[in-house]
Structures are given as C-alpha cells and as structure tokens.
C-alpha cells in the first residue's frame, strides 16, 4: 500500500483516521499511550504543509448515553498542548462537520467529535463514508487500534475515497505496526506464553481458540477466567462470567494448558456501587479466597499474589510472550497486585514480549515496566486478531490495489 510518508502533501487537505480511544476521567486523559504514538503522524502531515483533519471514535456511545462522557474534547486540549511548538492556534473539536464542512487550512488541526455520535459509522454506511471522504483530498488510515472495524471511517471512506478517485494512504504508525508485528510473529520462538485478561469476555474466548494453536500455554484473567473457573465446575459467586461459554472454554483447554490461579482476590458484591464501579472498589474489603471457597455475594476481582507468582514463573521461562488485558481491576492498588506481578516478570522475562491494548499499556505505565517490553501495540482487539491472521478490513482496503 502506498505510504503517508512517501507523499507531497502541500496544500493538501489530509482526514487522518487515528484511534484515540483512550481512558478519560474527570475529563482528563489518563493514558496517553495511543495519543502519544499519533502525534508523529500528526506532526509530519503538518510539516508536509497538510490542512489536517484528525478523526476518531471515542468508547461505544449508545442511546441514552449522555453526549459529554464521549466527547472528545479532552484529546483536542491534550493535542492543543503537544502541538503548540507547531501551531499558531488551537486544535479546533469540530462537531458540525457534516453539514457544515472541516473549515481547515493548511498547518492548522481540526478534530473531528467523536464519529460513533454519527448515526451510520458503525454500520458502515455508505452516504456517511462519503460525506468523511468529501471533507478531504488525501485519506490516511492510522488507526491500527481500530482497523479491525470495517466502519464508515475506517474501511467505508477508504472506498468512498477510491471511487472519487481520490488518495487513500496508510499512516506512519499503521504501517510501523503491521511491520513490528508481522515481523515478530513470523516464527515465534517457542515456548510461547499469552497472557490474556480484561472484561471484554465473549470476543476474547474467540481469539483463545487461535492462540490455543500457536501458544504452549495461556495465563487467563478477568471475565475470562472466571469463565474458565466456571467450566472447571468451580463455583465463581457473583463474579462476572459467560455461562454460555463454558463449553468453548472446556474446548480451548483441550487444546493449551489454560493457567488458572488457586487463589484469588474478591471483594462482596453488596459494597459495590455499579455506576461507580472503581470507586466504590477503592473502599470495598479485598479479601483471598481459594477458588474453592468462593461465597454467592463474592466477586472475583484479581489473581492473588501466592497464585500469581506460581505464574510468573512460566512467563520468566517463556520464549515469546504476548500479552492483551490486566488480570485484574488494577486501577484501584487492593485489586492490582496480580497484574503487578505478571507485568514485572514480562520485564524480567528475557524471552520477546509483545504487548497490546489500552489497558495493559496504562497497567505497563502503572508499573513502569515499559523497559523491559520488546514492542507495545496501540491495538486491542486489531493486536489480536492480527495475531490470530485474520484479515483487517480496513488494512485490506488500503491493499486493494497495491
Ligand atoms: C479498542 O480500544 O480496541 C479500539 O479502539 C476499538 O474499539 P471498539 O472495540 O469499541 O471498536
């Protein structure tokens, strides 16, 4: 596919595509891992003398969801401040670029609000891909994070821009990933030891199923070990799990050794406040309880340490590590030691680490074990099901006519 940095761009008006799904609190950024790895796309369209317009999706707005809690006005303060050595004003949020255009000049920045608000970006909608393609001259998908979404600002302007004969390009960042990652997992060095945790269970006992085949073992964690406990018949109280999935999870672990822990951190889920779900956990008791023992009020929130240093044995011993997802609620420090001591011993490990998603680089910057990381992926789900070789949709589309 053809490169952004191959190409001349003055006085161009340039719709980058990044993923700036990041965590927000209080509105503020508080990991800015992907935004940090989009300024130098961002940076070298300006420098090439672009009108640049950045667009992404922020969490999954639904109905009834209130408008603030997605916006992405904290990006474009974050962006307005990294950039300020390169712009004369600030990043401006645009949220009626669809009727009323981008209005941007060259070596300025516009952010485009939050494209999940736009009925039609998650279904692909065709009109909508072309009124983003309208907007531009030259479309540069950099969303590794988000290229597993064939959506109407990902994979439907790609084409919307080819059928108005226009240029479509990938990004520094997209092109560094697909080239770290292939790179790497071309032929890993075995053995090969994933860690894979995170509340986003259904979608992630699929992506077992491939690294079952690729994997010597798997250190499992969150929803999804739960639903590993479950399908071992162990009991996991008002832990969140996927009845339905017990019998896939019975399948993978014919296929890998599934490493589950012995011992593990609940909290009652009476001192839970849902709406609040950190903050109540910030005043919840933490109690270890071995999977045998787990009570019905009991949710299971981390891997406790006796258990999770039995695993970090196998990750020290591991050739290649690959690791999506904390194991833990390690936000809040009474739930996140599990997660803590997996992350010290991938740096330990001297085997090749590959970590990806935007809760383990916020955990890999909680514990400052970045170091000792060999390569951090901007990409959740596109990180795995890249690793699973699958086909991203929109990387496919930048392909079509390379
Ligand atoms: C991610 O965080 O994995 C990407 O930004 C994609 O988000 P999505 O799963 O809501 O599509």
């Not at 990991?31 to 922020?58: F, N, W, Y």
């Not at 739930?335 to 490990?349: K, Y």
């Amino acid at each position: 596919f053809l490169r952004m940095s191959e190409l001349n761009l003055t006085d161009k008006v340039v719709l980058i595509r990044e993923d700036l799904n990041v965590p927000i609190k209080d509105g503020k950024v508080t990991s800015d891992a992907r935004l940090q790895a989009s300024l130098p796309t961002i940076k070298m369209a300006l420098e090439k003398g672009a009108a640049v317009i950045v667009c992404s999706h922020l969490g999954r707005p639904t109905e009834g969801n209130p408008e603030a809690v997605y916006s992405l006005a904290p990006v474009a303060e974050y962006l307005t401040e990294k950039l300020s050595s390169q712009l004369s004003t600030p990043v401006r949020l645009n949220s009626d670029y669809l009727t009323q255009g981008a209005n941007v000049k060259s070596g300025e920045v516009v952010l485009l609000e939050n494209v999940r608000f736009n009925d039609g970006e998650k279904k692909n909608d065709a009109t909508l891909a072309k009124k983003y393609a309208d907007l531009c001259d030259v479309f540069v998908m950099d969303a590794f994070g988000t290229a597993h979404r064939a959506q109407a600002s990902t994979e439907g302007v790609t084409q919307a821009m080819r059928q108005a004969d226009k240029t479509v390009c990938a990004g520094p960042l997209l092109a560094a990933e697909l080239d770290a990652l292939s790179l790497a997992l071309e032929t890993p060095a075995q053995p090969m030891l994933a860690i894979v945790g995170g509340s986003k269970v259904s979608t992630k006992l699929e992506v077992l199923h491939s690294l079952a085949e690729v994997c010597t073992q798997i250190i499992v964690g969150g929803g999804i070990a739960n639903t590993f406990l479950a399908a071992q018949g162990h009991s996991v109280g008002a832990s969140l799990y996927e009845a339905d999935l017990l019998d896939t999870a019975r399948d993978i672990m014919t296929k890998t050794e599934i490493l589950l822990p012995e011992y593990v951190v609940v909290a009652d889920k009476n001192d839970i406040d849902f709406a609040d779900f950190t903050g109540s956990l910030q005043k919840a008791t933490a109690t270890i309880k071995s999977v045998d023992a787990i009570g019905d009020n009991d949710m299971i929130l981390d891997i406790a340490p006796e258990s999770a240093k039995r695993l970090a044995d196998a990750i020290i011993n591991a050739k290649t590590i690959l690791w999506n997802g904390p194991v833990g609620v390690f936000e809040v420090d009474a739930f996140g030691q599990g997660t803590q001591i997996l992350a010290t011993a991938v740096r330990d490990s001297d085997g090749f680490s590959i970590a990806g998603g935007g809760d383990t680089l916020a955990a890999i910057d909680k514990y400052q074990v970045a170091d000792g990381v060999s390569y951090m992926s901007t990409g959740g789900g596109a990180f795995l099901e890249f690793v699973e070789g699958k086909v991203l949709p929109a990387v496919a589309a930048l392909q079509i006519d390379a």
